[in-house]
């Protein structure tokens, strides 16, 4: 049996104003290089089973959801593969700069990113006129 380890938060997640954020962690695997050139794909160290390149796990009021859990790195064939993290916002904005580059063996505590909240527009949106027929 494959074993699996858990992710969760050290606090909830929330944007630099202070409110709860809602959205998703995308966690893409990074499979490695030999002599310049990506390996085409990993598999787990029980079998010849394909590894997803990328999940997404919700975050709600800046909590994961559903107990994710992953394959340790140390189960994955060949070695040297990273988890790369990435936050997005429930409208698919990128709101963290830089993947984190992540070795993950065993349950892992994550801190969160704290993202910047976005500023309030003072410019109107622009009306368009439709011509009358």
């Known amino acids: 049996m494959l074993t699996r380890v858990g992710l969760s938060f050290s606090a ?3 944007w630099s104003s202070g409110e709860l954020f809602n959205g998703f962690l995308l966690i893409s695997l990074s499979y490695g290089k030999k002599d310049g050139v990506s390996w085409p794909h990993v598999t787990t160290s029980i079998g010849n089973r394909a590894m997803p390149a990328a999940v997404f796990i919700p975050i709600l009021n800046g909590v994961l959801q559903y107990n994710p859990k992953i394959v340790p790195n140390s189960s994955i064939l060949p070695p040297n593969s990273r988890y790369f ?3 997005y916002d429930s409208g698919s904005f990128l709101v963290s700069d830089t993947p984190v580059a992540q070795v993950i063996n065993s349950n892992t ?5 704290t993202p910047i909240a976005p500023t309030a527009d003072t410019t109107p949106p622009a009306v368009q006129t439709f011509e009358k027929l």
């Open 85 to 87: 993290l990435r936050y």
């Open 12 to 14: 909830p997640m929330i």
């Open 109 to 113: 505590v994550l801190s969160p990113p």
